[in-house]
């Protein structure tokens, strides 16, 4: 079964650090971008950042320079270092992953974690 698995949420002090990481697990084709949202309360889901196939990558203006994606594509996991946090990136992230082909011939499909939570004390 194909799936996100996320994982590095927890509770830290504002300046902290934290890092998650999301695994793709299963067998699959191909994966687009694969990047990380947040929803924190009574707000909507939002970009952090997402790396492109290639490597490019993209960032809310809100964490440049405190936050760094990096991807492993030969196990399909995406890590997001967080830096410098602040009690604004208390939320729940959530890893994506676009555009998955199980195989050759399926459509491509959109996955999500499950959600793991950052809780940044000030």
């Known amino acids: 079964q194909v799936q996100l698995v996320e994982s590095g949420g927890g509770l830290v002090q504002a300046g902290g650090s934290l890092r998650l990481s999301c695994a793709l697990t299963g067998s699959i084709f191909s994966v687009n971008n694969m990047g990380w949202y947040r929803q924190a309360a009574g707000k909507q889901r939002e970009l952090v950042a997402v790396?492109?196939?290639?490597?490019?990558?993209n960032y809310a203006d809100s964490v440049k320079g405190r936050f760094t994606i990096s991807r492993d594509d030969a196990n399909n996991t995406v890590y997001l270092q967080m830096n410098s946090l602040k009690s604004e990136d208390t939320a729940v992230y959530y890893c994506?992953?676009?555009?998955?082909?199980?195989?050759?011939?399926?459509?491509?499909?959109?996955?999500w974690g499950q959600g793991t939570q950052v809780t940044v004390s000030s």
């Open positions: 994506h992953a676009a555009r998955v082909r199980l195989t050759i011939d399926t459509m491509a499909v959109d996955y």
């Open positions: 790396m492109v196939t290639g490597g490019n990558t």
